[in-house]
């Protein structure tokens, strides 16, 4: 079974230049998540979304951070203009419905930002 | 992939030997906690989960344990193997919150 699909892998880019991060959850799961791993902070939730709705984008960093799920099977996380502190390894999963499940992660995007 | 804070605590453990990872979590309304695995490279993998309702479940070779008195979680590995080398997370939920713990590094001896 395919499990939770990201690109790019790695993304290395300039500051100011606009980042975009891609995710395919697993076939049949509804709730998808959004995640940013560092050294300093550690795994912290960014968004989630429930039946391509959002649900709490509270973790979000702030006005520079957006994401999308146009259908099902498809969620980008965007960053515009992208700067040296949004480096880290940022990590797209996905349930059958809602937080009470477990989560099935993708092997993640480490981004660089120059 | 990289791991957690810089004050990752790290646990060592002989191979063979029972290994123990201890979480606190943070709020007494949490209903549903899972304990993930993540190796270098990847991202964090469902290991076992426990409700609120239980104080104990056991999978291959792991257990959890909860204490809501104390507001305590544990996992406990038995006849840990070199592959079981890696970081261990627990998570809570509660209402619409999902809360990943900072880590734990195990690390096996042969």
């Known amino acids: 079974d395919a499990g939770v699909i990201q690109s790019p892998r790695h993304e290395v880019t300039e500051m100011g230049q606009e980042v975009t991060l891609r995710c395919k959850p697993i076939?049949?799961?509804?709730?998808l998540f959004w995640y940013r791993q560092t050294m300093m902070r550690g795994l912290e939730l960014l968004i989630y979304f429930n039946n391509n709705v959002p649900i709490d984008d509270s973790g979000m960093p702030e006005d520079r951070f957006s994401a999308k799920m146009p259908n099902a099977s498809f969620s980008t996380l965007k960053i515009q203009p992208s700067e040296p502190r949004d480096s880290a390894v940022y990590f797209c999963?996905?349930?059958?419905?809602?937080?009470?499940?477990?989560?099935?992660f993708g092997d993640g995007t480490r981004l660089s930002i120059l | 992939g990289e791991s957690v804070g810089l004050h990752l605590p790290t646990l060592s453990v002989q191979e063979g030997d029972n290994s123990i990872i201890n979480c606190a979590y943070s709020n007494s309304a949490s209903d549903y906690f899972i304990w993930y695995k993540q190796e270098s490279g990847k991202g964090p993998q469902f290991i076992i989960d426990?409700?609120?309702?239980?104080d104990k479940r056991q999978g291959q070779r792991v257990t959890v344990l909860l204490n809501k008195t104390v507001k305590h979680l544990s996992l406990q590995i038995a006849a840990t193997q070199p592959g079981d080398s890696a970081v261990y997370f627990c998570?809570?939920?509660?209402?619409?919150?999902?809360?990943f713990g900072p880590g734990t590094r195990l690390s096996v001896l042969p």
């Open positions: 998570a809570e939920t509660y209402g619409q919150n999902f809360v």
């Open positions: 999963a996905s349930t059958l419905q809602g937080l009470n499940q477990p989560q099935h």
């Open positions: 426990i409700r609120s309702n239980m």
């Open positions: 076939s049949g799961h509804n709730s």
